[in-house]
Structures are given as C-alpha cells and as structure tokens.
C-alpha cells in the first residue's frame, strides 16, 4: 500500500472548522475537562452550553489536562502506518504541557514527527494548519512545510476580552481584592498571547462599549500597517456579540474577511462565559 504524504494533529484547543473536520488527513486529539472527579473529553461528551451551565450552578471548579504521552505514541503509532510523516501543531508551550506530551509520544512511537509550537491556541492553531495544507498542495517537503511554520507562527497577533471575571477568579488568576474591585467597577481586562506565546495582560478598560471599541482600533491598525487578510473572531457563548463586531469591522475595512468560530470547551473553562478575542495572522 503506497502511503499518503503528510498527517496532520492537532488538540482540542484548536478551532476545528467545518474544512478541517471534513479533511481526511486532519486528526484531534483531545484535552480533557474535569469537575472534580468527573472527567470529560474536550469536544466530545460535554458541550459549550453544558460546560456553561456547570460552571455557573456548580460549586467545584473545571480544570483542564493534556493528553496522555502513551495516547499520543498510540496515536503516532497508528498513523506511520498509513502516512510517510506527521506534523503535529499544538497550543503554546507557556500555556500547556500539550506539546511535550506530543513530543515524547513521537519518541516512543519511533516515527518522523514535527510537534510545532503554535505560540497560540484556538483559530491562532487553525490558521497554521491551513498554511500547511497549502504548502503541501504547493509540493513543499514535510521539513520546508514544518520550517514555514514556525516562522508563520511569530506573525500571529490576538487580542482577548475576557467576559466574566468569575471563572478567573474561580481558576486562582484574580484575588478576592482585584476580583471586587473589577466587579465593582465594571473593568474589562484585555490579555494577549505575546511572540513567545506567553498570556499577558495588556489593558484594563471601563465599560464593555469602550471595550469592543479597543479591538476594533487594534484591528484596524494591523490592517493598515501590516497587511491583513483574515480575522478569526472567537467567543465563548456570546455569538450577538460576535457578529456585532464583524459588522463594525466590516463596516470601517469592507475586503476584510472575517470568520467567527467558538471556543473550544477546553479554553472556556479558563476564559469564561461571554469572552471575545480577536485573531490573525499579518503578511
């Protein structure tokens, strides 16, 4: 049997569209969700709206783990035997520990793999693998394409408004002080995945108006110093809002494509209801 050229993996973090779902040689491996003893599969058995639901009427917290070295190998394992190599894109290294199970799953599996750190997560994951997909169409070896990537991933940009400060604070990532005052006064924070993949926080705003105001301007900004053809708008249960914003985008740059997606479970346990990001890639 000849064997397909490449495979692509990518985990649950990722915004898996409707091409990439359809796409025969994309495959995800999943993170997992947890309420105490109770283990979910990211994307599986517990949707958005469920996860929600638990997280506000419920008293335990959500966390998050990686997937397992031995899935990965399994995973590994099985794919060499259809496919000559594999690239794998994960969320960030600073944010997950994803990427170093991936690696020593390629270890024991003994197959040619490249785990290539996203510095992102979510649509930052997704745009990548399209890149891929493209430059392999184009003939580029499995090396040129992984090469590529990594230097396609230091042109990611973002911008995050975290929804409701509850789940941060719920997560140990605001104090009883910061949370009251935030609550208080009705401040927005708006983080960002910097070059090196690393979460910061970047602005407080007051009043979410002036927030959405703020992603605009940022977007607007890239697009007419550094060339942009796509933006992914992701939330967490809050597609009004999201399409609210495409609309004002569009309205101030009408070429812009703009795709909107939801946020895997996974984020959502750490971002919170009612979040919005903007993301993309410059030229």
């Not at 208080?184 to 995945?193: A, C, N, R």
Request: proline share 2%; aromatic share 8%.
């Amino acid at each position: 049997m000849t064997k397909k050229k490449i495979a692509w993996v990518v985990d649950s973090s990722a915004y898996v569209n409707t091409s990439l779902q359809e796409h025969p040689d994309v495959y995800i491996i999943p993170l997992y969700i947890s309420f105490g003893q109770q283990q979910f599969i990211d994307g599986v058995d517990l949707t958005s709206e469920q996860l929600y639901e638990r997280i506000r009427n419920g008293t335990e917290n959500a966390k998050t783990s990686q997937p397992s070295t031995g899935e990965f190998a399994e995973l590994y394992t099985n794919l060499s035997k259809e496919y000559e190599s594999i690239i794998a894109i994960h969320i960030s290294k600073s944010l997950s520990g994803t990427i170093s199970s991936s690696i020593n799953g390629a270890q024991i599996a003994q197959v040619q793999v490249e785990c290539i750190d996203s510095l992102s997560l979510s649509a930052g994951i997704t745009g990548l693998v399209e890149k891929g997909l493209l430059l392999e169409e184009q003939g580029l070896s499995f090396e040129e394409i992984a090469s590529s990537l990594r230097k396609e991933a230091t042109k990611f940009r973002n911008y995050i408004l975290i929804g409701n400060l509850t789940q941060l604070y719920k997560g140990g990532r605001l104090s009883s002080a910061q949370f009251y005052l935030g609550s208080l006064l009705k401040i927005k924070p708006i983080i960002q995945i910097n070059n090196k993949g690393e979460l910061k926080e970047l602005d407080k705003v007051r009043s979410h108006k002036k927030a959405i105001q703020y992603l605009i301007n940022k977007v607007i900004e890239s697009v007419q110093s550094e060339g942009v053809d796509l933006v992914y708008i992701m939330h967490a249960n809050a597609i009004e809002q999201a399409n609210a914003l495409k609309n004002d985008l569009q309205l101030q740059s009408p070429s812009l494509q703009v795709t909107i997606g939801e946020i895997s479970t996974a984020l959502a346990v750490h971002a919170g209801e009612e979040t919005l990001a903007v993301l993309w890639y410059v030229k």
